[in-house]
């Protein structure tokens, strides 16, 4: 099996209500790694395995669609987060749309884990959700764009 839904990583929720992680959704620093088809995301992996290339983890940089100067291994940081409760029973956390260089040539990205590098506790660069494209997505000498739901990189119903 591999990408077929977006979720959030179950283990990143469980460390923020146990304080373990100290979640700051408005000025934390996240970032968006581009993966390809040959992982199975798992929203109950332990922080450890949600954590980007850390080892034993699916989200290796061997799976890993990046192009240095254009959407680097590591991924791209994601601009623009802001923690949004304004809609009755939701919580949600909005970003402007991340994009590459002009230049891009990226092929069959199936997906981005996005991961917050500015908390270290429990793991660094854990895993905060995982978002699906849909299928296969390239470039070639453009521009690649996630375009993030209007709704959130994550949401949360009440």
């Not at 949600?50 to 192009?67: D, I, K, P, R």
């Not at 956390?93 to 590459?100: F, K």
């Not at 660094?124 to 000498?141: D, L």
Request: proline content about 3%; some cysteine; hydrophobic content about 45%.
């Amino acid at each position: 099996m591999a990408w077929s839904a977006s979720h959030i990583f179950r283990a990143y929720l469980a460390d923020v209500l146990d304080n373990t992680t100290a979640l700051d959704l408005g000025s934390d620093t996240f970032k968006a790694a581009l993966f390809n088809n040959s992982i199975t995301p798992d929203e109950n992996a332990t922080s450890a395995l949600s954590a980007y290339n850390a080892a034993t983890s699916q989200w290796l940089t061997a799976n890993e669609v990046s192009q240095a100067g254009q959407w680097a291994a590591g991924g791209v940081a994601i601009a623009g987060t802001s923690v949004n409760s304004g809609t009755a029973d939701v919580v949600y956390l909005p970003a402007t749309n991340t994009a590459s260089g002009s230049a891009a040539t990226l092929a069959n990205a199936y997906g981005a884990q996005i991961y917050d590098i500015t908390v270290t506790t429990p793991v660094a660069n854990q895993g905060v959700c995982f978002n699906y494209f849909g299928g296969p997505n390239s470039v070639t000498n453009g521009t690649f764009t996630a375009v993030w739901n209007a709704s959130g990189i994550l949401r949360f119903t009440l």
